[in-house]
């Protein structure tokens, strides 16, 4: 696999004009998709997950296969998310090894967001260029399962299917305990605030070279309603 090529991911992200956009952005003290930036607080915290953006991954960044090209990604989403109906969803602040994420509050909505995940992950299945053998060593570690390796083999990434859990990162891995507590009691205040997460779409978000922040570059309303972005 090229290391110089632009990736492209499918993500969930909360619609902007919400309040959910809102937060998480400045939170991570990042828009991806207007290049704002915020100075906030949690600024010394969040330096892992404000290159990606404020989302939650449906399918992992990719590379696309030989002459597969973004709009032909863009062209099979849009058709994808079309078939999906949107949901509010509440959510919890929890601790995930040290790091702190958004989590579904119900194990029906985890597990309806599993097979949303599943079914954009074989939508794009022809159009993601696959790692190589090398780079699929090179990514095996002792941490993961057997389940997880044979996943990485087949798919290009461990965490898809019955591994995939929805999680919207807070923090990055963070030693300190107490930490990680003071960002889950933060967070729950506001969830209590912003109430359910509106579920109404996914974005397409772009890494133009490595290292490089994402950007969020379109939209995909669910249902094709357009009354979201």
């Known amino acids: 696999m090229s290391g110089t090529s632009p990736r492209i991911a499918l993500y ?3 619609p902007a004009s919400s309040a959910w ?5 400045e939170w991570l003290g990042r828009d991806a998709e207007n290049g704002l930036s915020f ?6 915290v969040t330096q892992s997950p404000r290159r990606y953006g404020w989302h939650a991954t449906l399918v992992a960044p990719f590379q696309c296969a030989p002459g597969v090209t973004f709009d032909d990604v863009l062209a099979v989403s849009r058709a994808w998310a079309s078939s999906i ?31 949303i995940a599943a079914s954009a992950l074989q ?4 159009l993601r260029l696959m790692p190589s053998a090398a780079d ?8 993961m399962s ?49 109430g359910a997460m509106p579920v109404h779409g996914a ?22 309603a357009q009354d979201v972005a």
Not at 203 to 224: D, V
């Open 203 to 224: 974005a397409l978000f772009i890494e133009a070279e490595p290292g490089a922040p994402f950007t969020l570059w379109q939209r995909l309303p669910f249902n094709n």
């Open 12 to 14: 969930y992200a909360p």
């Open 85 to 115: 109906a949107r949901f509010d969803m509440p959510v919890r602040a929890a601790e995930l090894g040290r790091f702190v994420a958004l989590r579904p509050s119900d194990d029906a909505d985890d597990a309806r967001l599993r097979s």
């Open 146 to 194: 057997a389940r997880q390796i044979a996943l990485l083999r087949e798919w290009g990434y461990p965490y898809v299917l019955d591994e995939y859990r929805f999680h919207m990162t807070l923090s990055d891995s963070l030693d300190h305990a107490d930490t990680r507590a003071s960002i889950v009691g933060e967070w729950t205040q506001r969830i209590d605030t912003l």
């Open 136 to 143: 699929i060593a090179r990514r095996v570690n002792e941490g």
């Open 123 to 126: 939508s794009l299945a022809t």
């Open 39 to 44: 100075d906030t607080p949690a600024h010394a």
């Open 21 to 25: 956009w809102r937060e998480g952005c």
